[in-house]
């Protein structure tokens, strides 16, 4: 089966696969696109910026709440430590935990 | 952007920008050097003249002159966005958003370098900061359709809770095109939009059903096919069908229509309707082989008792006569139904008796081809393969062996039967006769390569594996082609053997090949959203978040963690050192021998190049393959941190197989040679969690507990801390409440008396709590009873061990618990419940057999055209008297 057809596939493959080839080399991530309506465009842009706000202001609140907890900064390198975790989770950790270790561990074993 | 050139040169830099997006390398580099003439020290110049460089293979230069360049111009935000190129081309992924970040730092309103951010962030899966990335993209420029679309798939991405998000966004979106309707050219993509709109609306139930509904009706110009299909993924099996019926009449391909129906039928659960359908298929299309098989197949799995058996026997009796190789593979999943196998033994056993009787079935007149008996010998023989017994299955494949020898399937079957009762170097040289009768037939040649790697034969295997790679370089190619089951057989038969630096080359291309797939998703980011193929891009998406977990990737990364441990357990320095100081002499010969062989190959290979570089299949671009510095793997076993790599791959195992023992074995193995106890003791956990019951979780959980009550009073704060969580977590392990371990493994021992591995299991943690009970540990597994497991079977019975297990068992004596003598009786007393198994020695097996027999890799081996020749002075085991006649018979 292969033996028989290899000889001629060969022969057209290699022309085939050269045009294949330059063409896959002319290929380039350039486009042009087409332009939206711009008043509209405006328009729309306006209605889905009203929700972003309202939970940006909410992140915004938790990040300080969690500023506001007292941490033991050596604990945090143990945990980062014994869990191989990176230091800014084990941090996060320890503060969402209200600066209870073990609590903290506790969570991140599950 | 080379704001303070001259117009001149500040046009030929805009050239250099054009040719490098249009891929005109030569032209961008004349240009830049035009620049450079006058100005040498440019920044900005020399950055993308290093950009373009690297375009054209000359990397090391093009970092040179990017680095150059940021040097000269550290607040142009034009080198830090080349040099993030660059890295970024080398899968740096982490560096490329660095220096993104620096270039926005300078001009934050930047289009390119934020469209560029976005799709690092995507591959990355950073999709907070994805969303964030769109969402100036789409501020800066509302009017560009990509940026809606790119901004209401990354919500979609970001979290299920972002989706009501995104249809909004979509919904915005559609209200910006004119009359609501989108120009012509783009009817197709805004159909996509429109169902990847519904996608969304699914998954968060927005509207009621009702509506939902409604709006599926108002996708214009939706192919119904398509539409059809959409609902029944939705769930709306009801609806769908009510479509298909109104739509029939324009359906052309009623074929299609037919089964589509069918399908959606027995989704509702309307079988009888369903049956009749299909019967109404066959009507139409006689030949419909699919749908005779499907219309009686499909009862096998419900029916039960006397049903069950009348059913089978219609199902089975016309396959046999036609002669279908693949039966027994289809009824396979019956075998898992209790009951079911016995029922197929007696209906078997009876057509054979009628047929070597009259040549008839039972029930029938008409008489059988003769190959209808050797089918049902065919037949028979996986069935008691199947079920363990493995005598049985071996004569009736020799008599079907003798009925018509020229069957190929046969010798494959053989083989098989064989690597399940222990007789691997058989089953090879078996796999490998079989091949023999078609030289052609990839797939057998592909089998006896796999049979030869799993009885550890691996030269021969490249060998008779290469025969059907393509010219050129022929061992690479399986690399090239991804070919994982051959790596992964290769690694696992060098682990056996013990090279651990071959087995863990072979382990890490494995890996390698699903860290290129996770690259290869990157040009879909942008291809994806400009065409619209967003359920097709988002499904793309959510294999590559699961690629990890399948089940090859397990392999490999389970078989380097291993390599790596026991890299670590044994380092190769003790023994081997003194060798290597003795012998530097010899060693700085070798080396030199060796650099002029490698140099001699590269001038050979390049004047490879130069003659074929003229015209034959080479494509445009000239790949020079790298010389692989480290064949045999050398290198990686003198890493001075073993168990670190190993982490690197148990840490993926864990994301994605979290589900797996074998994952959690491997972590507890790893994080208690690393001293990580806490590590430890969460893969002991998650095994309990899994399967407390299973004879593994109980040793690991006794293992780290004996460990933990041995360690010294914790002095440390770390220690400390370790301690009070591991107190405070004690109490939720119910095997240990109120127990010591010793009373626990008894326990464990009381529960599960009768298997053998849990016996074993619980010898292992008596000797390790205590080493003086070492003859109680061994007398606990040598009175370990081998039950006859009850079954219904016609013919013989069936032992419970598994070959496997007492494998197992054995090593356990020899090396864990040391006791040689009881090894020993240990090893004959399995010879004889498996008497082909070549690790017990037992008397049928090849091991016993032929003293002579020696399918090593030294053999002379003539590419396996001599096939017959090599069988030969190999196992009289194969020949049964017709092997000389059937050779006279081979084309």
Same mark, same amino acid.
Do not use: C, E, M, W
């Given at each position: 089966m292969e033996a028989g057809d290899g000889g001629v596939d060969r022969v057209v493959d290699s022309k085939d696969l050269q045009q294949q080839s330059k063409a896959f080399d002319k290929l380039t991530d350039r486009v042009e696109d087409r332009q939206l309506d711009s008043s509209r465009a405006q328009s729309a842009m306006a209605s889905i910026a009203a929700s972003a706000e309202a939970e940006k202001n909410a992140m915004r609140l938790r990040e300080k709440e969690l500023a506001a907890v007292k941490i033991n900064a050596a604990e945090v390198d143990i945990i980062a430590n014994e869990l191989e975790l990176d230091k800014k989770v084990a941090e996060r950790t320890l503060r969402e935990h209200k600066g209870d270790a073990v609590a903290a561990i506790r969570s991140l074993l599950h | 952007m080379g704001a303070s050139l001259p117009p001149k040169e500040a046009n030929l830099f805009k050239l250099i920008v054009k040719s490098y997006e249009t891929k005109q390398y030569k032209k961008g580099l004349k240009a830049a050097e035009a620049i450079l003439k006058k100005f040498p020290d440019h920044g900005e110049t020399l950055s993308m003249k290093g950009l373009t460089l690297n375009c054209m293979d000359r990397k090391s230069e093009a970092y040179e002159l990017v680095r150059l360049g940021l040097k000269n111009d550290v607040k142009s935000h034009v080198c830090w966005h080349v040099y993030g190129l660059l890295y970024r081309s080398d899968r740096e992924y982490r560096e490329a958003i660095k220096c993104y970040r620096n270039a926005l730092r300078i001009d934050p309103d930047n289009i390119e370098i934020l469209r560029d951010l976005s799709l690092l962030q995507a591959q990355m899966r950073d999709l907070t900061g994805f969303v964030e990335t769109r969402q100036q993209l789409l501020t800066l420029? #509302?009017?560009?359709?990509m940026n809606w679309i790119g901004f209401a798939v990354a919500n979609h991405l970001c979290s299920k809770y972002f989706v009501a998000k995104a249809v909004e966004i979509l919904e915005a979106y559609e209200g910006t095109l004119e009359d609501d309707y989108p120009p012509d050219n783009e009817r197709c993509e805004h159909g996509e939009m429109l169902l990847y709109k519904v996608l969304l609306m699914h998954i968060i139930h927005v509207r009621e059903k009702h509506g939902l509904f409604k709006e599926l009706c108002l996708?214009? &110009?939706?192919k119904s096919v398509v539409l059809i299909s959409l609902l029944e993924e939705c769930g709306f099996l009801e609806r769908a069908l009510e479509e298909l019926h109104k739509k029939e009449p324009k359906i052309v391909d009623k074929l299609v229509s037919k089964e589509q129906e069918v399908s959606l039928l027995v989704k509702l659960g309307r079988l009888e309707e369903g049956a009749n359908h299909y019967k109404a298929l066959l009507a139409m299309n006689p030949d419909n082989y699919r749908s005779i098989l499907c219309l009686l197949r499909i009862p096998l799995d419900f029916l039960q008792g006397d049903k069950f058996c009348a059913a089978a026997a219609n199902y089975i009796k016309p396959l046999l006569t036609k002669g279908v190789p693949s039966l027994f593979s289809d009824l396979s #999943?019956?075998?898992?139904? #209790?009951g079911k196998a016995d029922i197929l033994e007696q209906l078997i056993l009876e057509l054979e008796h009628s047929i070597s009787g009259? %040549?008839?079935? #039972?029930?029938?007149?008409e008489k059988e081809p003769p190959s209808t008996l050797l089918w049902i010998l065919f037949f028979l023989a996986q069935h008691y393969d199947r079920r363990g017994q493995y005598d049985i299955a071996l004569s009736k494949i020799d008599e079907a062996i003798q009925h018509?020898? +020229? @069957?190929i399937d046969l010798y494959s079957v053989k083989s098989r039967i064989l690597k399940h009762a222990g007789d691997l170097v058989a089953a090879a040289s078996l796999a490998d006769e079989a091949r023999c009768m078609d030289l052609a037939d990839r797939y057998i040649n592909s089998e006896s390569v796999k049979r030869m790697l799993q009885a550890d034969q691996v030269a021969l295997a490249e060998k008779i594996a290469v025969l059907f790679t393509k010219d050129g370089d022929q061992h690479n190619n399986l690399h090239d082609m991804q070919c994982m089951w051959y790596e992964l057989a290769s690694g696992e038969s060098y682990f056996r053997q013990g090279d651990l630096g071959r087995a863990l080359k072979k382990f890490l291309a494995v890996e390698k090949h699903y860290a290129d797939i996770t690259e290869?998703?990157?040009?879909f980011h942008s291809y994806c959203l400009r065409k619209m193929t967003l359920r097709a891009y988002v499904d793309m998406l959510r294999f590559q978040d699961r690629l990890h977990s399948h089940a090859y990737f397990h392999k490999a990364a389970a078989g380097a963690i291993r390599c790596y441990l026991k890299l670590y357990d044994s380092? *190769? /320095?003790?023994?081997?050192e003194v060798e290597d100081n003795t012998s530097k002499a010899t060693q700085k010969k070798k080396m030199k021998k060796q650099r002029k062989a490698e140099r001699a190959k590269k001038e050979a290979e390049e004047k490879n190049e130069g003659s074929s570089a =003229?015209? +034959? =299949?080479? $494509? %445009?671009?000239?790949?020079?393959k790298p010389v692989d510095p480290d064949p045999y793997g050398e290198k990686l076993l003198k890493t001075d941190d073993p168990l670190s790599e190993a982490t690197k791959y148990l840490k993926l195992l864990q994301k /994605? =197989? =979290?589900? $797996?023992l074998e994952t959690h074995l491997l972590s507890f193995e790893v994080n208690m040679r690393k001293q990580k106890i806490l590590l430890a003791f969460q893969a002991v956990k998650q095994l309990l969690r899994l399967d407390a019951d299973n004879p593994d979780s109980h040793c690991c959980l006794i293992k780290f507990f004996h460990k933990v009550s041995s360690m010294?009073?914790? @002095?440390?704060d770390a220690e400390k801390l370790v301690w009070s969580v591991l107190e405070a977590e004690r109490p939720s392990i119910s095997q240990l409440h109120e127990k010591t371990l010793s009373e626990a493994n008894k326990i464990f021992l009381g529960n599960h008396e009768d298997s053998l591995m849990h016996r074993a299991a619980v010898a292992e943690m008596l000797y390790t709590l205590d080493p003086t009970k070492k003859l109680e540990a061994v007398k606990i597994i040598e009175d370990s009873s081998n039950k006859i497991v009850p079954t219904?079977?016609? *013919?013989g019975s069936v032992m419970e061990w598994k070959l496997k297990d007492c494998i197992a068992v054995h090593k356990l004596l020899d /090396?864990? *618990?040391?006791d040689t003598d009881a090894a020993l009786r240990w090893k004959v007393r399995c010879a004889e419940y498996f008497p082909y198994s070549i690790y017990f020695e037992g008397s049928r097996s090849s091991a016993v057999n032929n003293s002579l027999n020696n399918l090593d890799t030294e053999t002379p081996l003539? &590419?396996?055209?001599n096939g017959p020749d090599i069988i030969q002075s190999g196992n009289?085991? +194969? $020949? /049964?008297?017709?092997l000389e006649a059937f050779k006279n018979l081979k084309i």
């Open positions: - | 420029k #509302p009017n560009h359709r996708l214009q &110009g939706i #999943p019956l075998y898992d139904q #209790p009259d %040549g008839r079935y #039972p029930d029938r007149t018509t020898p +020229t @069957v290869d998703q990157f040009d380092p *190769l /320095n003790s023994p081997a =003229s015209g +034959t =299949s080479k $494509s %445009g671009k000239r790949h020079i /994605n =197989s =979290s589900d $797996s010294p009073a914790p @002095v440390s219904n079977g016609a *013919l /090396n864990v *618990l040391i003539n &590419g396996g055209a009289a085991f +194969t $020949s /049964n008297g017709k």
